[in-house]
């Protein structure tokens, strides 16, 4: 079974900064995805990025970009000029490829917190 | 594109009582959707995959007679929250996933908080 860890409980960064939210995540398959969802206070999960385990290249979006580390099954966060607004719970999700029945496996959430 | 939206967004029954929840795809045919439970300040927790016009798979320990899960349609399904007790009282988001084209992106419903008392 697959597992995803973020050891993370909560963070917190200065508006502007820069800050990096971790996963680690176990499976013995070769063709899976991994993403990060935030979920603010209105609960409605927004997916922030999203990563194919076969591209070597890191995924980027606008600030958003990840450090994707297949060998050490490490998938980590990075926001870049950090914003109020991404104040959430940040999840990592792991999703094996299984022609069809693709289930997501969440981790436990980072609770970020932007500081003005 | 790609909007779930799932209704009533909160909903308040009695102990004893069945509660249904709806989850509907907007803008595009869903063959999948999933229904997930989550309590305060924890992850999202899995409780069944159902594809359209067939049984739902449920994730080991949910109870399928408790939890009634319908896909009668490509942008509908229901989740029927039977017999409901307080322990019941959570927060249910679905997601749906098009299976268009090799796509694999599950989309999330605003989720429908249950209390129930």
């Known amino acids: 079974a697959q597992t995803v860890t973020q050891s993370q409980p909560e963070m917190s960064v200065q508006e502007a900064e820069t800050v990096t939210l971790s996963c680690t995540y176990d499976t013995s398959e070769n063709n899976y995805y991994l993403f990060w969802y935030k979920q603010p206070p209105s609960r409605q999960m927004i997916l922030v990025i999203r990563q194919e385990a076969y591209k070597q290249q890191n995924a980027t979006e606008n600030r958003f970009s990840v450090n994707f580390q297949k060998a050490a099954k490490s998938f980590s966060l990075k926001i870049s000029d950090s914003q109020l607004g991404d104040t959430a719970m940040y999840f990592c999700a792991f999703m094996a490829y299984q022609g069809g029945s693709e289930k997501l496996v969440f981790g436990k959430g980072t609770k970020l917190t932007v500081n003005p | 594109g790609a909007v779930v939206s799932q209704h009533p967004s909160r909903v308040i029954c009695k102990s004893g009582t069945s509660v249904k929840i709806e989850c509907r795809s907007l803008d595009f045919q869903a063959t999948t959707m999933f229904w997930y439970r989550q309590f305060p300040k924890q992850s999202l927790m899995l409780m069944a995959t159902?594809?359209?016009?067939?049984?739902?798979?449920?994730e080991q320990g949910v109870e399928k007679d408790k939890f009634l899960i319908n896909h009668a349609s490509l942008t509908l399904s229901t989740l029927t929250v039977t017999s409901a007790h307080p322990e019941d009282s959570s927060f249910y988001i679905c997601?749906?996933?098009?299976?268009?084209?090799?796509?694999?992106?599950?989309?999330f419903g605003p989720g429908t908080r249950l209390t129930v008392t």
């Open positions: 997601s749906a996933r098009s299976g268009s084209g090799g796509s694999y992106e599950q989309y």
């Open positions: 159902s594809n359209e016009g067939s049984k739902a798979t449920y």
